[in-house]
């Protein structure tokens, strides 16, 4: 059996297209929609010879606009919507009640999509209805979607939807605090001009992300055919870390390994990266809101496995890096893709 990974680009977003090999044909998981205007791409693809094919689950990992605005969109289409068998998505509905004077982008699109889905039957049915997370032990939640296709549910927990239902009225107001840039190197790095200092930016101090909406992300490890796929949407490294260490203790090794939150410094640290040694990172970002940032592309390069390849869905994005020896000093290949055309990236068989 195979897995094909599609990589959209998605401005400051995320938007991946899975198609697994399973044995009555293939089985595609959309993960996520990115920004409103990559919906145009994603059918595009979908419809390249003529028709929407089955698209057997949707994977709405969290609320934020540049996941979820491309899945409104997209569900709009009369097509794609008829094509879709099932979708994932922790709307606040399903956890509280809304609060008034919502104001937030990312509140205001998770509205509209549970508007959307209202009594629909697909709607987390897997699930019964109920929340997608791990289970209240802390364990990763085993979903066995098709006939050889697992996924092993590794965010969010019990505690990250309870801090998403008593944070809603603050998170509908106040700016996102991961969405700051950065604008200064941690202590000890030297400056751009004069190259950075990666085994410093590997080692700066981790300042874990707080944002309510990004710790209820959906994220998951995708077990087909011996091959292992991890997806975290914008999670938290330690609530996958914490549920993956009950599913096997020491390292996991994957294929693919989605770089969570587009490569903020704030969601990879060193611990997460040695959990899932990885063959591929991708990181979705058009640099919006600086990302990737340096420290975690630092943490990548020094404690992950070697050699190991960066996938990046627009050019530019590590512009910065300039003259740095990836390949001789870290065994690592960086590909930087146009930003127009998705990627595809075919594991192949076992």
């Known amino acids: 059996m195979s897995v094909k990974v599609v990589f959209f680009p998605a401005k400051c ?10 044995n009555d044909g293939i089985f595609r998981i959309l993960i996520d929609g990115g920004t409103p205007a990559t919906a145009d791409v994603v059918l595009a693809y979908l419809k390249k010879d003529g028709k929407c094919p089955v698209i057997d689950l949707v994977v709405v990992t969290h609320i934020d606009n540049d996941h979820i605005g491309g899945v409104i969109r997209l569900l709009k289409d009369t097509e794609f ?33 549970e508007e959307m889905l209202h009594d629909d039957a697909r709607w987390n049915a897997y699930f019964g209805g109920a929340a997608v997370s791990i289970n209240a032990d802390g364990s990763p939640y085993n979903a066995r979607i098709a006939d050889g296709l697992v996924l092993d549910i590794l965010s969010p927990g019990t505690a990250e939807l309870a801090e998403l239902k008593r944070n809603w009225s603050m998170l509908a107001v106040a700016p996102d605090p991961s969405d700051e840039e950065k604008d200064k190197l941690p202590a000890g790095v030297q400056s751009l001009s004069v190259g950075k200092d990666v085994y410093a930016l590997a080692e700066s101090k981790f300042d874990p992300d707080k944002a309510y909406a990004n710790g209820s992300s959906i994220a998951f490890l995708l077990e087909i055919d011996l091959k292992f796929l991890l997806f975290t ?44 040694p990885a063959d591929y990172y991708l990181i979705s970002t058009d640099g919006t809101h600086d990302h990737p940032h ?27 890096w ?9 065994s690592v290949r960086v590909q930087s893709h146009d930003g127009k055309t998705p990627i595809e990236l075919d594991l192949g068989g076992a």
């Open 294 to 320: 340096d420290e975690a592309i630092g943490r990548i390069l020094v404690y992950a496995d070697n050699p190991k390849s960066l996938i990046f869905n627009y050019p530019d994005t590590m512009s910065t």
């Open 322 to 330: 300039r003259g740095t020896d990836f390949e001789g000093a870290w």
């Open 81 to 113: 919507n008829a094509a879709v068998k099932e979708i994932w998505f922790n709307g606040i509905s399903r956890i509280a009640k809304l609060p008034s004077g919502v104001k937030s982008l990312s509140v205001t699109q998770g509205v509209k999509l």
């Open 13 to 22: 977003g995320d938007c991946f297209l899975l198609e697994c090999s399973v």
């Open 233 to 276: 949407g914008d999670a938290f490294p330690d609530v996958i870390t914490d549920a993956a260490e009950l599913l096997q203790a020491g390292p996991i090794r994957v294929n693919v390994f989605k770089v969570s939150h587009h490569g903020s410094a704030g969601n990879t640290n060193e611990r997460i990266v040695r959990k899932f």
